[in-house]
């Protein structure tokens, strides 16, 4: 007879990369009260998205994740191969996503994102400073993917009625609304004193005082994404969140953008791609017995 071992099983690195992934993007579901999206509270400015939903679209994802952490690995190098297999594995992981919700687009901005961003670490996972990380990131996503089709994507119809930058651009140039505010408003809050949820929530709204969310614009157009930035705005300025000050403007910038039925899921999606960008450069769960 075999006794069992109770031995935890040593995990790959592409495995861990897509734990924190799936994690990331489950923080940022669970994260409450976010303003007019699917929350611990309820489903914000949608009508087909629930937490349950959000849940379950996150873990459909881990193997895609995986296999994304597995071909950087096997590449070795940023270039076109790298580039053309993330395509591949991404379009099949929104697939996969879509089988799981019934055909809601949960997380395709998500899948982009922390996609590159999973690549980027598991090329050089040593190298885990968010800007050198965010910049291979950037290098992937300029390459041109030859067997990606050119649907005409909400981002797409948008991006060409308002001129304004999408989800590409945002990898493209490094991910400026993450680097630039949502992980620096996400590390003052904490040096303020901020609760963790607090300072999530923070970092948020940092993303939201700036981002083109093509999401955003869709749905409410030039007069949502001006509510959105300006009451994002309004919140950090009466003390965010934390404060009441700033709890009463999060308030009332929950009801605007739900009456407005705009719902600021590229901002969410780069939330989920600060809070993992946040745990590889603190090493957690990244190089296993090092906190
Ligand atoms: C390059 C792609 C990202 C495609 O980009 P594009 O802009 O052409 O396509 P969209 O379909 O519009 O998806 C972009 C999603 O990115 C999020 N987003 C929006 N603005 C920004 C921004 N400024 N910066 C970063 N990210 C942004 C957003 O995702 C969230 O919103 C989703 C819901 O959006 P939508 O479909 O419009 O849904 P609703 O309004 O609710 O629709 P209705 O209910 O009204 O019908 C939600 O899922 C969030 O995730 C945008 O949606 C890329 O996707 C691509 O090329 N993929 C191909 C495969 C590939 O190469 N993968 C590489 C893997 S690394
Ligand atoms: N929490 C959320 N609510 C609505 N759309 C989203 N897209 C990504 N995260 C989201």
Redesign the pocket.
Known sequence: MHAFNLQPKKLSLAERLADMAVDA?ID??DLSP?PA???RRGN?A?TD?HLGL?HASALSLWPAFKEMAEAAIDCGEIGLPLREALGRIGREGEAAMLATTDGVN??R??IWALGLLVAATALEPESNVAGAVTLRAARLALLNDRFAPQPLSHGAQVAQRYGVRGAREEAQLAFPAVTGLGLPQLIRSRAAGAGEQNARLDALLAIMTRLADT?VLYRAGEAGLQAMQQGAKAVLDAGGSASLGGRRQLHALDQQLIALNA?P?GA??LL?ACLFLDRIERGDGLFPGVC
């Open positions: 993007l940022e579901a976010k999206l699917v929350d914000g949608h998205l959000m949960t997380h901005g998500a999401c719902s899921g969410a999606d989920a």
